[in-house]
């Protein structure tokens, strides 16, 4: 059994042949980081300003304001 580079847990040697020096959670977790980044990189170059937080609209919030959905009547009961 090989062991994890980041965890030191034991994980299956085939994994390591195909070229693994991680087990499958911590393997999980780095490919969960590399595409949010990956996202957020892609995502500033499409609306740079959105990505920064700086969103300005020319309305303001009506909190009050109640939304019907596709499928809903005005009372809110499902149609």
């Given at each position: 059994?090989?062991?994890?580079?980041?965890?030191?847990?034991?994980?299956?040697?085939?994994?390591?042949?195909?070229?693994?020096?991680?087990?499958?959670?911590?393997?999980?977790?780095?490919?969960?980081?590399?595409?949010?980044?990956?996202?957020k990189q892609?995502?500033?170059?499409?609306?740079?300003?959105?990505?920064?937080?700086?969103?300005?609209?020319?309305?303001?919030?009506?909190?009050?304001?109640?939304?019907?959905?596709?499928?809903?009547?005005?009372?809110?009961?499902?149609?």
């Amino acid at each position: 059994m090989a062991e994890c580079v980041e965890c030191e847990e034991e994980y299956p040697d085939k994994r390591l042949e195909l070229g693994y020096e991680t087990c499958l959670d911590c393997g999980q977790r780095a490919a969960v980081r590399i595409t949010n980044a990956r996202t957020k990189q892609k995502l500033a170059e499409i609306a740079p300003r959105a990505a920064a937080g700086v969103v300005k609209t020319n309305e303001e919030p009506d909190w009050d304001r109640e939304f019907v959905f596709e499928g809903e009547e005005e009372d809110g009961k499902d149609a």
